[in-house]
Each structure stands twice: as structure tokens, then as C-alpha cells.
């Protein structure tokens, strides 16, 4: 099942802050977050395993909430750089020893726009 | 290293025309994923390879397309016949295993008239 991104679309200024969420109505074992460009791949952020875990490199980190079932993206600071789609994928089974299973399934997308 | 490598970039064809995606993904990566993109959309799975065995397709309509992965390494995705709802942007990534981190390929957009 899909996960459901919000906001869908957020404008910023060079400097603000913003968040993404993603939800789902499962059960979820692990998030992958990307950024895609117009036109171009999407690029890996960052991968959360388990409930709890947040992680971060530069002025993006996310954290993930097993009991809500949601995990949030956080962009500090940000640059023109940091424009493009923002995706949530999300493993939703859990197989033996506790891996996740099934297929990365990815959400609609967050446009992130920011603006000098 | 090198990345995911797709070709071609770009391709226009008209309904009923066959169309064929080829892919080469980062040395050493085991697990291959076909993806379909629409526009405004995220990707969605067509296909997974572990090695060269298909392991998850139940996303491709088999009636018109296949796909295929050659000695666990280059993989080909074909569409025959197009129709006019397979235009969108068909991405290919590759992973060292199943769960990392995926690596995505440029894409081939392809436009069925």
C-alpha cells in the first residue's frame, strides 16, 4: 500500500526550515528517503531500519516513528539546492530475524521549492 | 565508480510499435529493479532480479511486456505492443542487496503516439 506524503508541495526561502511526512496505514519495517530532480534519477538521503532511529548528514536528518507509523524528513537551513521531489519509500513486511520483506513501495512525492 | 546506465534516453514510437529498454547496473550490484514513473508520481515496481532470476513481477503486465536479465548483469525491458497509457519514464536501479540503498539510472522516457 502507498504511503501518503504531506505536504504536497512546499515554497520556501533560501535559510527556512521545512517538513515532510510520511505516513502509512501499515505496519512499517523500514523508510528510504530520495530527492529527484526534474529530469533527472532520484538520488538516495537516507535509509531508517528502526523504530526510533534518526539519522542526518549536512542540514537534512529524518526520524522514524514505528508506533505512528510515519517518519519525517527535516531540511534546516536550506539552500536552492535542496529543490526537487522528495519521496518517501517504504518496506511494509517483515520477514524472519526481523528484515524487511516485499517491495519498496514509494509515495507520491513532497515538490520542495526554494526560492533565493 | 560509474553509474547506472540506461539507454536509450529517449524514445518516440507509435501504438502498436515494439519498444525495448536496456540497462546496466553498478558492477557487483546482485539486485536489479525495473520502475515505472508517471508524471507527478513516484516510481512504481515492475520487476526485481536477484541475479538473474526474477523474483518479484507480479507488477508487469505479462501480456505485453517482458523482461529479462542475461548472466546477472545487463537486463532488458521490452513492451510489445505499446499502447498509448505505457508513455511515462521507465528508471532503472540497482542495489549490492536487496534492502540498500537503491542506485536509479537516468530513465528512458518514452512517448507512445
Known amino acids: 500500500q502507498q504511503p501518503v506524503q504531506s505536504p504536497q508541495a512546499v515554497i520556501l526561502r533560501e535559510g527556512e526550515d521545512a517538513v515532510i511526512n510520511c505516513s502509512s496505514s501499515?505496519?512499517?519495517?523500514?523508510v528510504h528517503w530520495y530527492r529527484q530532480k526534474h529530469g533527472e534519477a532520484p538520488v538516495f538521503l537516507m535509509i531508517l531500519l528502526k523504530g526510533g532511529e534518526q539519522k542526518g548528514h549536512d542540514k537534512i536528518s529524518a526520524s522514524f516513528n514505528e508506533k505512528k507509523q510515519q517518519s519525517s524528513l527535516y531540511l534546516t537551513a536550506s539552500q536552492l539546492s535542496y529543490s526537487g521531489t522528495y519521496f518517501c519509500?517504504?518496506?511494509?513486511?517483515?520477514?524472519?530475524?526481523?528484515?524487511?520483506?516485499?517491495?519498496?513501495?514509494f509515495g507520491q512525492g513532497t515538490i520542495l521549492t526554494v526560492h533565493p | 565508480e560509474a553509474g547506472v546506465v540506461q539507454s536509450p534516453r529517449y524514445k518516440i514510437i507509435e501504438k502498436k510499435q515494439p519498444v525495448a529498454f536496456w540497462c546496466n547496473p553498478i558492477s557487483g550490484h546482485n539486485t536489479l529493479y525495473w520502475y515505472l514513473q508517471n508524471l507527478g508520481q513516484g516510481p512504481e515496481l515492475l520487476i526485481r532480479y536477484e541475479n538473474e532470476e526474477a523474483v518479484d513481477d507480479s507488477q508487469l503486465p505479462k501480456d505485453r511486456f517482458s523482461a529479462e536479465r542475461l548472466k546477472g548483469v545487463d537486463s532488458t525491458l521490452k513492451i510489445q505492443p505499446a499502447e498509448l497509457g505505457d508513455s511515462a519514464v521507465y528508471l532503472c536501479?540497482?542495489?549490492?542487496?536487496?534492502?540498500?540503498?537503491?542506485?536509479f539510472g537516468p530513465g528512458t522516457r518514452l512517448t507512445v503516439l
Open positions: 501499515k505496519a512499517l519495517y523500514s
Open positions: 519509500g517504504t518496506y511494509q513486511g517483515k520477514g524472519a530475524g526481523g528484515t524487511s520483506y516485499g517491495k519498496l513501495t
Open positions: 536501479a540497482s542495489s549490492l542487496v536487496r534492502y540498500n540503498e537503491q542506485f
